[in-house]
């Protein structure tokens, strides 16, 4: 069980909360963010110092370096997150806080839990047990009509997924006889037809979750409704798990039919880059214009998986984490805007950087690791992502993905040409919340860092990489 | 990492701590003087720390962090090179910017408490980028670290924004240096194209191997000496520094006179095995230095502005530097330029303290200072005597050592260019000194002595300016390099007596014209009236550059923004409107409505089975 302690302790403080919301009746609107915030601290502490690894439920579960790597990133993206609800507005929020932390801690296990799943029912479980709090969630301003609209869409077209995902697993069972990602590679050198249907289905199942073009419809809307610091969240904790589950299956099971998914993923790469970078760009509320840039990240990443390498699964670790920064801290930054102005509209940004030179010079270092300029982490997420495709002669997706981060840098600089260049409509500055601004720093500082120097972060990856695949 | 690297890092890390928090925690910044006295606490770290390494006697170590890791190996390196070349470096850039600091605090106290704050952050800034100058030991940090410098020129000539000569100073000053960096970063983009490396040791030993060809090795060595070229001011780069002279005069002491420009002599100086194996560039140094340093002190002999005067006094020293670089003698050209550090900036220091009583550059504003200033009057009269080269003071060594040198070294045109300086240099600055403190008073001024803030660094520069010429002998020994001329005996001794005599020669004739007015004869004036009056045109060498500026760059700017305007422009944004063309009609796809959206996933699939058939 011990491989699980960090699941388990996620859990604890689940019901801990649960507990503290019927103890502490009156001081619990600012008693629970702290305690989940001190929680999720220390857990991810926890994390750092105690590594066990091993096995469980016969190789069903596993605790490798992979999936240590991944649950501190879902730890640091739950951290940041919970971070960003401190003192939500009490209109639209404050009774029901305990409510959105239990489901927000139970899809945090449900990710810790599937990051380190070898078999596929267990796989599924536990993915879901991610999901379902998320379809919560996204409607958590439940009188709001268009939080409401998407929540809907959301869980309609999630479910439909997660059949396709079914669907191809019983294929695959069907075809190799087993659940276990070892047999079934094992058993996938000479098998075709049915299973590569399986395979298929899967993949598509998949890419809804990572939001790959063109399952990708749910996310803009999903973004636009759903409450700014969950959102910061959601765009980057399920797509990370949906790429540590897609890193398990296709590399541990289904690597023997490469060459059959490898062309399905450069198309759907290319496809994601293409269509997120083009649709980014007539946007005029921010959460779309993120939303849109996340799907073309998606691609990016996506390169990194398809590259059948140690250098892709290591930048696309890279990349996964530098992403997480970078999106969660413009996404607060939105939350921060949003609490002053009531708006995610791009006029709400006129002139930020004379009301708050501090917040808006951090939205620009976000942006600015998004697009990939040096000397920002994002920019070395880009190269080595881009070196990694090119050292697999990938030259078409290579050139495809520079040219269109040319076009992302019209997108992001956009937002910084409203917020350094034109004139505020207001005068106002805005609300100074300490906790969002701690975590807007949080996620600076590492974009600084490693965009300075990224050796440590490269060499951990790398090593990462090499113990995933001896 | 011995102990030895923790300190070289160690003395990097200062500075660059107080960068770091003075950026950072601005109420510290706005509050001016506690933000200069961490500047210069941290930068007094500097100094001890570089001092401990000095005593520590562990010399020539260097070492390595890589840096952009690329899938095969790091791309380029994080290094420093401690030896003692760069540990003698560094004690004399700390010790001057400590001074200058502490100088700061008192000629700066009337500036609000922001803007002194923002002038330590400056400053601060400089001391990390000429420290990682000096003790860079690639190419690729060089650069950076260059530029930093370059910035921070910039950012202090052009202290006092609001002043239009400040802000034009400030960027003719980046425009020229820039000029010369192309060519550097040309040479290293060339070098690296060829061997693969940045690092100096294995490039050294590729030249010395003799892997590299010589027309190579000609190319790349002149293009980094345009490098130095712009850095140090020799012609025809020079122009920017007299009108650097806009930003407050500390920053003149230790950017324009001790340190930065000083870092393209350092430049060759680190790089001398490297210059040594291509003569022909070694010759074009030495004659470029030396006419320079006849230019500059021609210049300085007729200025009215006492900041202009030691302008280009550094313009000709620090051309008397490189030639010296120029005939292979770079010790002594070190040695000169150790010693050169600290007398012109107890020179600018003094000139510092006396504008901030007078309240005015200009010479004709001043006379008799000498009374009311005493120990200005002295520390600017013990830096004159150190420049003019008169026994025993540090100025007399130093040159010495480079006037043997190129006189050894066979070469007769910058032997005389050198001879003819050595002559100016005393006639121009005590022709300052008779001006500025013993000739006639001006009544409209009542002089003050500076505060002791201001006169304790001058006398410290002051005694170090009478005392680093006298350990010539364990300098050159420290170096572990007795130069060839030390053999001709005979020269030893003309040599010294020849510079001296041409020194007090100069003065006395400062003394005859300027404290005993004695009038030029009529001849002799008329027929130098045509030179002087191309000295005060700064030989129409401005005028030239501003009319191929106006002309030439007008007209190529005009063409170019034509091609820019109509067609680059013209595809950029058909390139640009088609792309957002195409994105709005993608957003066709984005209905809103769940059931389309399944239908986008039905056919995703649809596209992944059809593969299988």
Do not use: C
């Given at each position: 069980m011990k491989i699980f302690y960090l699941e388990i302790l996620v859990l604890a403080l689940a019901f801990l909360i649960f507990v503290v919301d019927l103890v502490f009746k009156k001081q619990r609107a600012n008693l629970i963010p702290w305690v989940v915030s001190v929680g999720l601290f220390f857990i991810l502490g926890l994390s750092f110092i105690y590594k066990p690894q091993g096995s469980f439920f016969s190789g069903a579960a596993v605790s490798d370096s992979l999936a240590l790597f991944f649950k501190k990133l879902f730890l640091m993206a739950g951290f940041i997150s919970s971070l960003g609800v401190f003192s939500f507005a009490p209109e639209r929020f404050s009774k029901r806080q305990m409510e959105y932390f239990f489901l927000l801690l139970v899809s945090l296990s449900g990710m810790m839990l599937v990051s380190g799943a070898k078999e596929l029912i267990f796989l599924f479980v536990s993915f879901e047990i991610m999901s379902f709090p998320l379809y919560v969630l996204a409607g958590f301003l439940k009188k709001e009509a268009f939080s409401v609209e998407a929540a809907l869409k959301f869980f309609l077209l999630g479910t439909v997924s997660s059949a396709l995902i079914l669907y191809g697993f019983s294929f695959v069972y069907g075809m190799t006889g087993s659940t276990y990602l070892d047999k079934i590679n094992t058993a996938a050198g000479n098998l075709s037809g049915l299973f590569y249907l399986g395979i298929s289905l899967i993949l598509a199942g998949f890419c809804f979750k990572i939001a790959a073009v063109p399952f990708h419809m749910w996310v803009p809307d999903t973004y636009q409704g759903a409450p700014t610091p969950?959102?910061?969240?959601?765009?980057?904790?399920?797509?990370?798990?949906?790429?540590?589950?897609?890193?398990?299956?296709?590399?541990?099971?289904?690597?023997?039919?490469?060459?059959?998914?490898?062309?399905?993923?450069?198309?759907?790469?290319?496809?994601s880059m293409i269509v997120g970078n083009l649709l980014a760009l007539p946007q005029k509320n921010i959460k779309r214009l993120l939303a849109y840039s996340g799907i073309a990240h998606i691609g990016y990443a996506l390169l990194g998986l398809l590259v059948v390498t140690h250098y892709g699964i290591s930048m696309l670790l890279f990349y996964l984490a530098i992403y997480l920064f970078a999106n969660m801290g413009a996404f607060l930054i939105v939350e921060l805007v949003y609490r002053t102005q009531k708006s995610d509209e791009l006029e709400a940004y006129a002139g930020l950087a004379q009301r708050s030179p501090l917040v808006a010079l951090c939205l620009l270092l976000f942006l600015l690791s998004l697009g990939g300029i040096p000397f920002l982490a994002g920019f070395w997420a880009k190269l080595y992502i881009f070196l990694a495709a090119a050292q697999q002669k990938l030259w078409g997706l290579v050139f495809l993905g520079a040219v269109l981060s040319v076009v992302a840098l019209f997108y992001y600089l956009k937002i910084a040409r409203v917020m350094y260049i034109q004139a505020p409509l207001t005068a106002e500055r805005l609300v100074n919340n300490k906790a969002i601004l701690i975590s807007i720093i949080l996620t600076v500082i590492p974009l600084l860092i490693f965009g300075l120097y990224p050796k440590p972060l490269v060499e951990l990856v790398n090593q990462i990489a090499r113990q995933f695949l001896p | 990492m011995n102990s030895n690297s923790i300190l070289v890092f160690l003395v990097l890390l200062a500075p660059f701590w107080s960068t770091l928090v003075l950026t950072v925690v601005y109420p510290l910044r706005r509050s001016g003087k506690p933000a200069g006295i961490f500047s210069i606490l941290c930068i007094l770290g500097s100094l001890v720390f570089s001092l401990i390494l000095l005593f520590s006697k562990n010399f020539d170590f260097s070492f390595n962090f890589s840096w952009l890791p690329s899938l095969s190996g790091p791309m380029a390196q994080v290094g420093f090179w401690y030896d003692k070349i760069s540990g003698m470096m560094i004690i004399v850039v700390s010790l001057v910017a400590l001074m200058v600091q502490i100088y700061s605090l008192g000629y700066l106290s009337s500036e609000t408490k922001p803007s002194l704050g923002r002038y330590f952050l400056y400053q601060s800034l400089f001391a990390f980028s000429m420290l990682g100058l000096v003790l860079a030991n690639n190419f690729l940090e060089l650069f950076i670290f260059w530029e930093l410098v370059g910035l921070c020129s910039y950012l202090l000539i052009g202290f006092w924004y609001h002043k239009p000569e400040a802000a034009k100073a400030a960027v003719k000053a980046f425009w020229v240096t820039r000029f010369g960096d192309i060519g550097l970063i040309i040479a290293i983009i060339l070098l690296w194209n060829k061997t693969g490396t940045f690092d100096y040791q294995t490039i050294f030993s590729l030249v010395e191997s003799g892997a590299l060809e010589q027309s190579f090795l000609i190319l790349i060595s002149i293009l980094i000496f345009l490098g130095a070229m712009g850095k140090s001011a020799q012609f025809p780069l020079h122009i920017w520094l007299p009108d650097a002279m806009e930003g407050p005069t500390p920053v003149s002491a230790l950017i324009h006179a001790a340190t930065m420009v000083a870092a393209g002599v350092y430049l060759v100086i680190r790089?001398?095995?490297?210059?040594?194996?291509?003569?022909?560039?070694?010759?074009?140094?030495?004659?470029?230095?030396?006419?320079?340093?006849?230019?500059?002190?021609?210049?300085?002999?007729?200025?009215?502005?006492?900041?202009?005067?030691?302008?280009?006094?550094?313009?000709?020293?620090?051309?008397?530097?490189?030639?010296?670089?120029?005939?292979?003698?770079?010790?002594?050209?070190?040695?000169?330029?150790?010693?050169?550090?600290?007398?012109?900036?107890?020179?600018?220091?003094?000139?510092?303290?006396?504008?901030?009583?007078?309240?005015?550059?200009?010479?004709?504003?001043?006379?008799?200072?000498?009374?009311?200033?005493?120990?200005?009057?002295?520390?600017?009269?013990?830096?004159?005597?150190?420049?003019?080269g008169v026994w025993p003071f540090s100025g007399f060594f130093s040159k010495d050592e480079i006037l043997l040198g190129v006189i050894t070294s066979g070469k007769i045109i910058p032997s005389i260019f050198l001879l003819l300086t050595t002559f100016l240099s005393g006639f121009y600055i005590f022709r300052v000194i008779f001006l500025a403190f013993f000739s006639t008073a001006k009544s409209q001024i009542h002089p003050h002595e500076s505060p002791k803030v201001m006169l304790f660094p001058i006398l410290i520069l002051a005694a170090l300016a009478l005392s680093s010429g006298l350990i010539q002998q364990n300098f050159l020994n420290f170096l572990e390099e007795t130069p060839t001329w030390h053999s001709f005996s005979a020269l030893k001794v003309i040599v010294p007596a020849i510079s001296l005599g041409l020194g007090i020669l100069g003065i006395f004739l400062a003394w005859l014209f300027f404290q005993k007015q004695k009038k030029v004869p009529q001849v002799l004036a008329l027929s130098l009236r045509p030179i002087s009056k191309a000295i005060d045109n700064k030989f129409y060498l401005d005028n030239f550059y501003e009319f191929m500026y106006a002309q030439g760059m007008l007209l190529l700017s005009f063409l170019i923004g034509w091609i820019d305007r109509y067609l680059v422009?013209?595809?950029?944004?058909?390139?640009?409107?088609?792309?957002?063309?195409?994105?709005?009609?993608?957003?066709?796809?984005?209905?809103?409505?769940?059931?389309?959206?399944?239908?986008?996933?039905?056919?995703?699939?649809?596209?992944?089975?059809?593969?299988i058939l």
């Open positions: 969950f959102v910061a969240f959601l765009s980057v904790a399920p797509k990370a798990a949906g790429f540590v589950v897609l890193l398990r299956l296709f590399w541990e099971g289904f690597l023997p039919a490469q060459n059959f998914w490898r062309p399905q993923m450069i198309l759907l790469s290319a496809l | 790089l001398f095995p490297f210059f040594q194996a291509s003569p022909f560039t070694l010759n074009l140094i030495a004659y470029i230095g030396s006419f320079t340093a006849l230019l500059g002190a021609v210049l300085a002999s007729k200025q009215d502005d006492i900041k202009r005067v030691l302008a280009y006094s550094t313009v000709s020293q620090l051309g008397f530097m490189m030639a010296a670089l120029g005939v292979g003698a770079w010790v002594a050209s070190y040695f000169h330029l150790f010693t050169h550090a600290y007398f012109k900036a107890l020179l600018f220091l003094a000139a510092g303290s006396v504008i901030h009583a007078v309240g005015s550059n200009s010479l004709s504003a001043m006379g008799k200072l000498a009374q009311k200033m005493k120990w200005t009057s002295m520390g600017f009269l013990f830096g004159a005597l150190a420049l003019s422009d013209g595809m950029v944004n058909l390139a640009a409107w088609s792309t957002g063309r195409l994105g709005v009609l993608l957003r066709v796809f984005q209905t809103g409505k769940a059931q389309d959206y399944l239908i986008g996933i039905g056919l995703g699939v649809l596209i992944l089975i059809i593969w």
